[in-house]
């Protein structure tokens, strides 16, 4: 294996396990079965450590193994978890992911190994505070010295090289093709294996034996010069499914204590096995089993103890694992790019078989062109990851941004299996994490007041998920003080955003904290604070092709809805005509057609009782030319309004393929990108969010002037 | 198989892995139902594995707990490697 290019892979495994690691620290305080979440985080750091160690990154190594140690403690219940600890191990997990990262930039930060020092000094502590003795002399981070009782050290029969390895395999190693054999063949290999032990007992009666299951244990001694890592990597492919103990040469008597405390086997029986290894003498032994009983030792963390994977660990791991296989983006991305020309291609094919009315082309195409339906719908399956994962990073900012302005908030998550584009999930991370930090700074009141208002002590705030009319619709509530109409008013009648005497709808009035300068202002109220670069989210959202609005309850909270496209790479369209052009509406947001005679008196009609206003596409785009006589209204809904357009002439679905907007355009309103049609022409796409919008808050022109659109 | 009045032995031939451990198992059940005295002829085995020999150790504990002596009367060099390897040489063969 080239390790070169297992750097990437190492990276992106232990991003993903730090993320792991950290949902589960988010939630072990309060989860049914902490066990799980405990040794959830232990694998977490025992992978990211062995892995580390294969890449010859000490620095991380070194870090783990101290965490390692302590989470050891958690899980066999010698330490206890609380929230300082959950902090102190948060930051850890950060730590790493630092030192994740500078591996991944290549750039060595010499700040990190020390920020690193307060982090060891508290987890030392955690390691030493168990027994009797107070961490009084709290021991060097780094390099912990020796327990002093058991500081003496074994004696090793072979002088400079003789290792102890402690092997316990796991039942799956024969199903899974791998031979316990096969490693001792191969420490012989790195040196001279001395002695052999099995552990007696461990197979049992014939009448009791499954034949395919693994049931060894050894205990070995090897005499080598090989070095420590060289040693591990033997048993690389098993360690999962092993409980492997390495001691080095000269361990301290305090590491044989804890392999013999830590091993289910009788302590003399164990010992005697490490005498008969020629590990131990019996007089070091004896002090060994004298002491197994005593608390352990403060500042004694078991150092060359590489970790213990209980079989129940290994099982986990296994159904975590799961059947995926990691692709590139990239590689994702150009077959999506592909995919869109192959519609386009397909259409135009399909305009030429129309053509040339040959029946059998005709049906030929067809058949292609549900294919290539169903490859499109596969590809875009391909890049549709579940939100959730972007919704756990919350959790945690949540909670440090919670302590850190002294509010009790929770986070309640829903919708986390909402799938949607990983490109728009990248993109909406920095808008959301802007929602939810304003949120808790300004929607959720201080504790004393949320009393006095009879509402709960701690405050919450809600992020949910959920599909609707082909968009994701992601919610930030919060069940604070809410929004504040008449002071936004007052702000936006002082920074000259509304004119003084028009009345405004309340979605109009909230929507005004979008308005970009619309609180640069001081951090009076918590309004002013609301509208801190709401207009830079908004701006987020909108080139998304997506849109905001905002919603409010005074006393009650606040609720920030962001709609997005599910992908932003194609769409089920459906063209419509004015004149010599041809626009494309979402083919999600269609509600109905209906025919329309227009006596041009008014831009609303009656839809079986409702008023239904429309927008005559013509004159918005200012197209030439008269409407023929019988023209048609497109009813599109967005977010729960609806609106007529007017065209001349409908030409029905197609598939569309984005074709973004050049900047040039950036200006024009009420577009939202282009497509090539099949037989070559541009296509519009409406913008239809803009439009809805338009329409609701009354006259504003979409395109100034504007030839350019026709 | 074949067995003799005073002592009975078990050959096996072949390959010892668990690609044959299961019918072995059967083969080593069968032949410790009779409780007299069993030697196991393991001369003609050309492969053992992990499996092989977690068999023959089951086989060793079924007869310890039953007070039945059973030895390894003879064993390929592929056994005897294997049984050095673990250590076991002089614990299980005779002699």
């Not at chain 1, 783990?64 to 929230?83: A, K, P």
């Not at chain 1, 949320?450 to 069940?479: C, F, M, W």
């Not at chain 1, 409407?627 to 409908?650: E, F, K, S, Y």
Request: contains cysteine; glycine residues 8%; proline residues 6%.
């Amino acid at each position: 294996m080239d390790l070169d290019d297992a750097l990437p892979t190492f990276i992106a495994e232990s991003r993903e396990l730090l993320q792991e690691m950290e949902h589960a620290l988010l939630g072990v305080l309060t989860a049914h079965e902490p066990q799980h979440a405990v040794n959830a985080i232990f694998r977490a750091a025992h992978t990211i450590k062995g892995s580390a160690g294969l890449f010859a990154l000490d620095e991380i190594v070194d870090f783990t193994h101290v965490l390692e140690s302590v989470l050891d403690r958690v899980r066999d219940g010698t330490v206890t978890l609380d929230e300082r600890l959950v902090a102190l191990l948060l930051g850890c997990s950060d730590h790493i992911g630092m030192q994740v990262e500078a591996v991944a930039s290549g750039i060595r930060d010499p700040g990190t190994a020390d920020r690193a020092v307060p982090l060891l000094a508290q987890l030392q502590r955690h390691l030493g505070d168990d027994g009797a003795a107070p961490a009084a002399a709290a021991p060097a981070p780094a390099r912990p010295a020796p327990a002093p009782t058991l500081a003496s050290f074994a004696p090793g029969e072979c002088g400079a090289g003789h290792w102890h390895l402690s092997l316990r395999f796991g039942p799956d190693v024969l199903r899974n093709g791998m031979d316990p054999v096969s490693f001792l063949r191969y420490l012989g290999r790195l040196g001279r294996v001395t002695a052999v032990a099995l552990v007696p007992g461990s197979v049992p009666a014939l009448q009791a034996l499954d034949p395919e299951r693994c049931y060894l244990g050894l205990e070995l001694a090897l005499d080598s010069d090989a070095d420590q890592d060289a040693i591990e990597g033997t048993f690389e492919f098993v360690r999962e499914d092993c409980a492997i103990h390495i001691l080095p040469p000269h361990s301290p008597l305090a590491d044989y204590r804890s392999l013999v405390a830590m091993r289910p086997e009788p302590a003399a029986v164990l010992g005697a096995l490490l005498v008969r290894c020629g590990s131990l003498d019996p007089a070091a032994l004896a002090t060994v089993l004298t002491d197994a009983d005593a608390p352990p030792m403060p500042a004694a963390p078991p150092e060359p103890v590489e970790g213990t994977p209980p079989r129940q660990r290994a099982q986990e791991a296994k159904a975590a694992e799961g059947a995926s296989i990691r692709v590139d983006a990239d590689k994702l991305d150009r077959l999506i790019n592909l995919v869109g020309e192959l519609v386009t291609a397909s259409a135009s094919a399909g305009l030429v078989a129309r053509s040339v009315r040959n029946v059998a082309l005709q049906e030929c195409q067809a058949t292609l062109a549900t294919l290539v339906d169903e490859v499109r719908d596969s590809a875009l399956q391909l890049r549709m990851v579940k939100i959730g994962t972007s919704f756990t990073r919350f959790r945690r900012m949540v909670h440090d941004v919670a302590r850190e302005i002294g509010k009790d908030i929770a986070l309640v998550v829903s919708g986390e299996d909402t799938e949607l584009d990983k490109t728009v999930i990248e993109k909406i991370g920095d808008p959301l994490t802007h929602l939810v930090r304003n949120a808790m700074d300004h929607g959720i009141e201080p504790a004393a007041q949320r009393l006095a208002r009879d509402k709960p002590a701690q405050g919450t705030v809600t992020l949910n998920a959920y599909h609707d009319s082909g968009h994701i619709v992601i919610e930030v509530g919060d069940d604070g003080g809410g929004l504040d109409r008449e002071r936004i008013l007052a702000k936006a009648l002082e920074r000259g955003l509304v004119e003084p005497g028009r009345p405004l709808s309340d979605s109009e009035t909230y929507a005004l904290v979008f308005e970009p300068g619309f609180s640069t202002a001081e951090q009076v109220t918590n309004l002013s604070g609301r509208g801190v670069g709401m207009d830079v989210v908004k701006r987020n959202i909108t080139a998304l092709r997506g849109s905001i609005a905002i919603a409010s309850t005074p006393g009650r909270g606040t609720t920030v809805t962001v709609r997005l496209p599910l992908t932003l790479a194609l769409i089920n369209g459906f063209q419509v005509g004015v004149g010599s052009s041809v626009f494309v509406v979402p083919l999600d947001m269609v509600d109905e057609c209906i025919e329309f005679r227009d006596d041009g008196s008014r831009d609303y009609l009656d839809l079986r009782g409702k008023v239904l206003p429309f927008i005559r596409l013509r004159a918005l785009f200012d197209i030439g030319g008269s409407p023929p006589p019988r023209q048609n209204i497109v009813i599109v809904r967005h977010a729960g309004q609806q609106v007529g357009l007017v065209v001349d002439t409908l030409f029905g679905e197609s598939q569309t393929v984005i074709k973004p907007l050049s900047r040039l355009f950036a200006q024009a309103r009420g577009i939202s990108g282009t497509s090539i049609r099949g037989n070559g022409d541009v296509a519009l796409i409406l913008d239809i969010p803009a439009l809805v919008a338009s329409r609701e808050s009354g006259s504003r022109p979409l395109v100034q002037g504007s030839p350019l659109l026709v | 198989m074949q067995t003799a009045p005073a002592q009975a032995t078990l050959r096996i031939e072949g390959d010892m892995t668990i690609y044959r451990a299961a019918e072995l198992r059967e083969l080593l059940v069968e032949a410790l139902q009779d409780p007299q005295p069993l030697a196991l002829d393991l001369s003609g085995v050309t492969e053992c594995d992990s499996a092989g020999l977690q068999l023959l150790l089951a086989a060793h504990a079924t007869a310890a707990e039953r007070g039945q002596p059973l030895q390894v009367a003879h064993a390929s060099a592929a056994l005897h490697d294997m049984l050095a390897l673990f250590g076991l040489d002089h614990s299980l063969t005779a002699g």
